[in-house]
């Protein structure tokens, strides 16, 4: 008994100071977001402003007048993104899991290919095409190349595996055909899965900074990480504003995160099983 106390809360420990470790450099950002510059440039790691102000935030909206534009910008390619995500990864997963059609195996083993390949050797060949299709700067160029997945064809793939085969079973006693089926009963009862995978490539696609990069020239089409490069200069950076920028931009993510938190544990615990 003492050994698996002593075990016990010394994984309490190790589990309080990961969570300080953790939490301490967004603590100073988000004090660092009420601090002049002279104070931030000054050092130190007070979490407490010594000259509280909120002038970083009025600054970013009123002198920046491209602020509210990539916000909205973020905000459009997220949401589209993950929408088309949930969607197509949706049907192919379930149909790599119960269609039997030529080829399935190739398919599923291609996909499990292209999840060693790193994105970064993608990146020309997307610019390319992009280009040749006249997409650059453009909302469509931000959303297509990343409405599907190949990680997140798995992860559903695992959890339509594990779906009760009686439900469709039964739908299709009732008449259902295989789209009623799936739209009707086995998508509405896989919200953990839909729901880690929402968390996952909504943050993804929020935080997303080298495809726009390569994309995007055009400073009314930049997303918000693009756009906190404004605030760095040759010679200077407000850091006050990036911090200020920066806790607005997380907040979203956020919102997020803590609305579908409830599902995240099961539809991770779901996508693991037999495969």
Do not use: C
């Amino acid at each position: 008994m003492k050994s698996i106390r002593w075990s016990t809360g010394l994984l309490y420990v190790v589990l309080i100071a990961y969570t300080i470790i953790t939490l301490l450099p967004f603590t100073w950002a988000f004090s660092a977001s009420f601090k002049s510059l002279a104070e931030i440039a000054a050092g130190g790691l007070n979490l407490l402003p010594e000259h509280f102000t909120l002038k970083n935030y009025q600054t970013i909206f009123t002198q920046e007048p491209l602020f509210g534009r990539w916000l909205m910008n973020s905000a459009i390619a997220a949401i589209s993104v993950t929408l088309l995500n949930l969607l197509f990864n949706s049907m192919a997963g379930y149909a790599l899991a119960r269609i039997q059609f030529p080829g399935n195996q190739f398919w599923f083993f291609l996909i499990l290919a292209v999840l060693m390949v790193p994105g970064q050797i993608t990146l020309l060949p997307k610019f390319l095409i992009l280009k040749s299709l006249g997409w650059l700067n453009t909302y469509q160029g931000l959303i297509v190349p990343s409405a599907v997945n190949a990680t997140f064809i798995f992860m559903m793939r695992q959890f339509f595996i594990n779906f009760p085969k009686e439900l469709e079973e039964a739908a299709a006693l009732d008449g259902l055909g295989r789209f009623g089926t799936f739209f009707q009963i086995v998508l509405p009862l896989a919200k953990p899965a839909l729901a880690a995978q929402t968390i996952f490539v909504f943050m993804g696609s929020w935080n997303e900074f080298l495809m726009p990069l390569v994309i995007l020239s055009d400073p009314e089409m930049f997303t918000l990480p693009l756009g906190l490069n404004a605030f760095k200069g040759q010679y200077i950076s407000y850091w006050n504003y990036i911090m200020a920028a920066s806790m607005i931009f997380t907040l979203p993510a956020l919102a997020v995160y803590a609305f579908f938190n409830r599902y995240f544990i099961q539809g991770v615990a779901f996508t693991g099983g037999k495969g």
